[in-house]
T-cell receptor, first 107, second 116 residues
């Protein structure tokens, strides 16, 4: 049974700092997704990673996938308040979600 | 609209009643998923439909939960004899054919169920 873990589960960081969220999964998969959820809202797709070594960047966020290590990272560069949200990774093929990382960026 | 549509957006019901939640996926999307999200929690997989294949029901928490998808489009999630622990937001998502495309999911706004 596929299990997806994320750490940390809660992250409070100062504006301007860098940090990385980790997503580990238990069975072989070559696709991984990152989603963002704002309070009271639905999920918004951030990144689709389709192969080993895939790297995607959008603004201050960069995601990567290492299928051999069964690990994906979401790196935040120079955080700003607008990035405060919950971030989920999800693994193909049944698309099982991790528990989420609640990010709070403080001035 | 062009997105995934869910109804009702909010449903308050009494314990023991049956409820139906509806999901209208993006036109042309052959894969459809249901998830449950309790307050402050992650997404719990419930069921997955892919085209005409038999659905993957492995996430349904009890036999009170069932789902169907008619004509490969609209899906209904039914919860019979609701319990207070069923209170949650039920999210529906759809995607293009999983294996031939990226499999990226597009989510509806969810149906918030409150069982009194």
């Amino acid at each position: 049974e596929l299990k997806v873990e994320q750490n940390p589960l809660f992250l409070s960081m100062q504006e301007g700092k860098n940090y990385t969220i980790y997503c580990n999964y238990s069975t072989t998969s070559d696709r991984l997704y990152w989603y963002r959820q704002d309070p009271g809202k639905s999920l918004e797709s951030l990144f689709v990673l389709l192969s080993n070594g895939a790297v995607k960047q959008e603004g201050r966020l960069m995601a990567s996938l290492d299928t051999k290590a069964r690990l994906s990272t979401l790196h935040i560069t120079a955080a700003v308040h607008d990035l405060s949200a919950t971030y989920f990774c999800a693994v193909y093929d049944k698309v099982i979600f991790g528990p989420g990382t609640s990010l709070s960026v403080i001035p | 609209g062009a997105g995934v549509s869910q109804s009702p957006s909010n449903k308050v019901t009494e314990k023991g009643k049956d409820v139906e939640l509806r999901c209208d996926p993006i036109s042309g999307h052959t894969a459809l998923y249901w998830y449950r999200q309790s307050l402050g929690q992650g997404l719990e997989f419930l069921i997955y439909f892919q085209g005409n294949s038999a659905p993957d029901k492995s996430g349904l928490p009890s036999d009170r939960f069932s789902a169907e998808r008619t004509g490969g489009s609209v899906s209904t999630l039914t919860i019979q004899r609701t319990q207070q622990e069923d209170s949650a937001v039920y999210l529906c998502a759809s995607s293009l054919n999983q294996r031939a495309n990226t499999g990226e999911l597009f989510f509806g706004e969810g149906s918030r169920l409150t069982v009194l």
